[in-house]
């Protein structure tokens, strides 16, 4: 395998706390893309009507490359509405499968992909499905359609919440503010932080603002995961909202250990993603994550977990060495790309489809064509990001 150096940064931004899976987009109102953007999908439309994407996906080229899609959410009610970039609709996910479907595009799963990669023996059109974090929503919206479609998929699931089985507490804030939007914009902020501040919760803007200060104040609190169960308790009665009902719902809530053996029996492939979903720069915390993960994780599966996903994509140079150490074997990203022969194993690059990418984008890259807009390697991007 020829392998190439990894940045010595991160390339995207951490989550605000050591157990929320992503930061979401508290429901920004969907704005013009970018003039790039648009350039982008011109020459896809037209390439599209004079079979340039016909041209590029059954070429040679795509046929020694690897297109892993990655999702996180599908949404079990209107989760979709409030992040189009972290939970899906069932329908459009539908849609997607429909496409690698109608396509003939060959959906392998991720072990084999990887292997047939490396081996140089891919079939045309090769596509691997991950799905991050491992929620509920997986189980209950994701794994019919992967059964009617017949897709093997991979789970890279993190498990400090497995157990716990309450929502996600930085993920659930975010959602139960953009949920009181219109009902209660403006509430009292006191039984939440002690003083009352200037939360605006009608705009965008007011949201992020009101998500940032409750995680800076358990931070400031060092509020354990019971301190923070009653404050999300407290902050969905504020807001008018039933926690009790979302929570029955398991709205935004990871799958539970047995949850996560039946799919596993029912074929998914359960693979790394830390156990607190964190990636800290200490060695022995670092390897912690992993043992710590591996343990919840291999009894539900048949033998052990090698493959890990960077939680919220964060990587760095020095965890290279330290996930061979630790006995993995392949790590994937959420730099957008496509993956050959000569990609580093431990930084495989991956399409993180949204809400917000239009068919015709993910099109684009299913037939390989959108690799070429990149203007330099995924892992060249690398930047460091605050939440």
Not at 14 to 30: I, Q, W
Not at 133 to 149: E, H, I, S, V, Y
Not at 234 to 242: P, Q
Not at 373 to 386: I, N, T
Request: glycine share 6%.
């Amino acid at each position: 395998m020829t392998t190439s150096q990894a940045p010595n940064t991160r390339r995207r931004p951490s989550a605000p706390s050591e157990t929320t899976p992503r930061p979401a987009d508290n429901g920004a109102p969907t704005s013009a893309p970018p003039m790039t953007v648009v350039l982008k999908r011109r020459v896809l439309g037209a390439s599209s009507r004079l079979g340039l994407l016909d041209g590029i996906r059954d070429s040679k080229w795509r046929q020694r490359r690897l297109l892993i899609l990655c999702y996180h959410s599908v949404s079990l009610d209107d989760e979709h509405e409030w992040s189009g970039t972290y939970s899906m609709s069932p329908a459009m996910l539908e849609s997607r499968f429909r496409m690698l479907r109608d396509g003939g595009y060959n959906v392998l799963p991720l072990d084999e992909a990887i292997r047939r990669l490396y081996e140089r023996t891919l079939p045309p059109r090769s596509v691997a499905l991950t799905f991050d974090d491992g929620m509920f929503d997986f189980r209950a919206r994701a794994l019919p359609l992967l059964k009617r479609f017949g897709f093997p998929a991979t789970v890279y699931l993190t498990t400090f919440y497995s157990e716990y089985q309450q929502p996600i507490f930085g993920l659930f804030c975010s959602y139960v503010l953009w949920r009181a939007r219109m009902r209660m914009p403006q509430p009292d902020t006191r039984p939440i932080l002690g003083r009352q501040s200037d939360w605006d919760l009608s705009t965008d803007r007011g949201r992020r603002r009101a998500h940032r200060e409750i995680m800076e104040f358990i931070v400031r609190e060092r509020y354990a995961l019971p301190e923070r169960i009653t404050l999300a308790e407290r902050l969905t009665s504020l807001l008018g909202d039933d926690y009790a009902a979302l929570r029955a719902k398991r709205v935004l809530t990871v799958m539970s250990p047995d949850e996560a053996a039946e799919i596993a029996r029912d074929g998914i492939d359960i693979q790394l993603h830390t156990h607190r979903h964190r990636t800290p720069n200490d060695h022995s915390l670092f390897l912690r994550e992993i043992t710590d993960n591996r343990k919840h994780i291999d009894p539900l599966r048949d033998g052990v977990a090698r493959h890990f996903c960077y939680p919220s994509g964060v990587y760095r140079s020095e965890f290279l060495p330290w996930l061979r150490e630790a006995g993995v074997q392949t790590a994937t990203t959420c730099d957008p790309g496509l993956a050959s022969s000569r990609t580093e194993p431990l930084l495989l690059p991956r399409l993180v489809d949204t809400s917000n990418l239009s068919a015709l984008d993910v099109e684009g890259w299913m037939a390989g064509m959108s690799a070429f807009f990149m203007p330099r390697k995924a892992s060249a991007h690398a930047q460091a990001a605050d939440v």
